[in-house]
């Protein structure tokens, strides 16, 4: 079975502009969750969506958004770029909730110059 | 305040010195335990879910436990591709989300 997958694997991007990654989950999966890992760091949490509605939502500004499509696919949005969003973002996809084992993608590097 | 604290931050063995890692954590109401590992440049790869005190969980040469307030992860034996940053994760009753630690980076030296 494909695992979660996201694309595209790399990005670079100049500060102020938007950027759109993509994230399908494993089959069968009904929720996905967004992380931003930057170097040396855990993973931190910035949204988990599941049936297409916002079910959590970590400490990031309202620059970052998300949504699910009916197919369980999600995409995250990132608007007016800083340097500090420079990063690893992982997309992780559950069952159903979070206490479900949360398998996670190979993640999108983003640089912003 | 960090919720959840892994130690040591970097571990160096040799191959075939056993040891273990600690997370440990100070919330309430824990739902799951969760120990990732990961290579550079590369998401989290999954390897056990715990519970409930008590708990224990094994595969090749790893094995987690769970305490009332933290979790060890045994490596009996490693060898070289053991070599990655372990996470541990929880998710509690009032925390609605995942909540990492910021990882223990092992080397295994042959």
């Known amino acids: 079975d494909a695992g979660v997958t996201q694309s595209p694997t790399h990005l670079i991007k100049t500060r102020g502009q938007q950027v759109t990654l993509r994230c399908s989950p494993i089959?069968?999966?009904?929720?996905v969750s967004w992380y931003q890992q930057v170097l040396g760091q855990g993973p931190q949490f910035i949204f988990q969506?599941?049936?297409?509605?916002?079910?959590g939502r970590g400490n990031f500004p309202d620059r970052f958004s998300a949504r699910q499509f009916p197919n369980y696919s999600s995409e995250l949005n990132v608007n007016a770029l800083l340097l500090g969003d420079s990063a690893l973002y992982l997309c992780a996809s559950s069952l159903v909730t979070l206490t479900d084992t949360q398998y996670f993608g190979p993640g999108t590097r983003l640089t912003v110059l | 305040e960090d919720q959840v604290t892994q130690s040591p931050e970097a571990l160096r063995l040799q191959e075939g010195e056993s040891s273990s890692l600690n997370c440990s954590y100070t919330?309430?109401?824990?739902?799951?335990l969760f120990w990732y590992r990961q290579d550079p440049g590369k998401g989290p790869e999954f390897l056990f879910t715990l519970y409930s005190a008590g708990e224990e969980k094994e595969k090749e040469r790893l094995k987690a436990t769970l305490t009332k307030k933290e979790s060890f992860l045994h490596i009996t034996a490693p060898k070289p591709e053991d070599s990655a940053t372990y996470l541990c994760?929880?998710?509690?009753?009032?925390?609605?989300?995942?909540?990492f630690g910021q990882g223990t980076e092992l080397s295994v030296k042959p």
């Open positions: 089959s069968g999966h009904k929720s």
């Open positions: 919330v309430s109401g824990l739902r799951g």
């Open positions: 969506y599941y049936e297409k509605e916002e079910r």
């Open positions: 994760a929880i998710y509690y009753n009032q925390g609605g989300k995942l909540i």
